[in-house]
């Protein structure tokens, strides 16, 4: 089955500098890439997502970019504010009937302000 | 539009009890899952369905029943709880043909 790696496991920057979290899967037939933004006490929450079919995409302040062959995608937030503060996940979706999403094992981000 | 709906929030339980975690959608979503989050683990599917009256086991189905009797409801149950199970547990739903899955705010268990 898919197994997806997630780097690092907490991350501390300063209000305004940028962060990157990195995702590796193993199955190269995934085709579905969702982040999730959980904060405490509260379900995950989709703020960004892509396809196999697309390289990058960007949203606002925030973007995620895919590499098919290297089987990798990062998450870039940018300008980053204390609300950013929460904890994010990857995931990769399977082309099965199950639709199932794999999650990484969350990144903990603190912005300092 | 309430989007997805968990009941209860909190709940303890004794090893061996059993009980039904609740889960309610209200945007005719045809399919619906369980998750379950551990620390420093992410989140695991338990069962899936794609529609009432499918039901299919996901990655740690051991444990637990799902039932499907409605689009929008899905319970989870557990027969006879043990510490293992202690975990926060996570209904979502989506259509069947978009990639959007929604999460709903979660039940966290605790056997004790």
């Known amino acids: 089955g898919e197994n997806v790696e997630q780097h690092p496991s907490t991350l501390s920057v300063q209000e305004g500098d940028s962060a990157v979290i990195k995702c590796t899967y193993s199955?190269?037939?995934?085709?579905?890439f969702p982040w999730y933004k959980q904060e405490l006490g509260k379900g995950p929450q989709l703020i960004i997502d892509?396809?196999?079919?697309?390289g990058e995409k960007k949203d606002q302040r925030i973007a995620v970019t895919l590499n098919k062959t290297a089987k990798h995608f990062s998450l870039h937030i940018t300008e980053t504010q204390p609300e950013d503060s929460a904890v994010y996940f990857c995931?990769?979706?399977?082309?099965?009937?199950?639709?199932?999403?794999?999650f990484g094992s969350g990144t903990r981000l603190q912005v300092q302000p | 539009n309430a989007g997805v709906t968990q009941t209860p929030k909190f709940q303890v339980l004794k090893t061996g009890q059993s009980m039904t975690l609740q889960c309610a959608q209200d945007?005719?979503?045809?399919?619906m899952s369980w998750y379950r989050q551990d620390p420093g683990m992410g989140l695991r599917l338990i069962h899936y369905?794609?529609?009432?009256?499918?039901?299919d086991q996901g990655e740690v189905p051991n444990g637990y029943n799902v039932s499907r009797s409605t689009t929008e409801d899905f319970p989870l149950r557990l027969l006879s709880a043990a510490p293992s199970q202690t975990s926060v547990y996570f209904c979502?739903?989506?259509?069947?043909?978009?990639?959007?899955?929604?999460f709903g705010p979660g039940t966290r268990l605790t056997v004790l």
């Open positions: 979502a739903s989506s259509d069947l043909g978009a990639d959007t899955q929604y």
């Open positions: 199955d190269s037939a995934s085709n579905y």
């Open positions: 892509i396809r196999s079919n697309v």
């Open positions: 995931a990769a979706r399977d082309r099965t009937g199950r639709r199932a999403l794999t």
């Open positions: 945007m005719n979503h045809e399919y």
């Open positions: 369905s794609v529609g009432a009256g499918i039901t």
